[in-house]
């Protein structure tokens, strides 16, 4: 078993950064793929970010390309998320989740086996 546990969100001004954490159980975090995912209100779970085991494979939604960096501590379980520049329309529950299969990083949420309970981001315009 993998427990998640995200921390770092809350109330920011547009254009301002927010780095979010996610601290991960057990001792086998650095086999993991592990992503970012957000749900806003009244939308679906989409996805953010995803971060290979090894760190060598990244992939980022369009929508946070260039603004949001994804990074991983294996010594620490721990990924991180920096997002800069935000927008009103970032505002979201943010998840983190872990991927198990040792496949390539995956961008779907049904691909994830453990999830974080989730942290809320605000953007205020």
């Known amino acids: 078993q993998v427990q998640l546990v995200e921390s770092g969100g809350g109330l920011v001004q547009a254009g301002g950064s927010l780095r979010l954490s996610c601290a991960a159980s057990?001792?086998?975090?650095?086999?993991?793929?592990m992503g970012w995912f957000r749900q806003g209100p009244g939308k679906e779970r989409e996805f953010v970010a995803v971060?290979?085991?090894?760190?060598?494979?990244?992939y980022y939604a369009d929508s946070v390309k260039g603004r949001f960096t994804i990074s991983r501590d294996n010594a620490k379980n721990t990924i991180y998320l920096q997002m800069n520049s935000l927008k009103p329309e970032d505002t979201a529950v943010y998840y983190c989740?872990?991927?198990?299969?040792?496949?390539?990083?995956?961008?779907?949420?049904?691909?994830?086996?453990?999830w974080g309970q989730g942290t809320q981001v605000t953007v205020s315009s």
């Open positions: 971060i290979g085991w090894s760190a060598v494979r990244v």
């Open positions: 989740a872990a991927d198990s299969h040792g496949l390539a990083p995956p961008t779907k949420p049904n691909e994830y086996d453990y």
């Open positions: 057990g001792r086998t975090f650095s086999r993991y793929a």
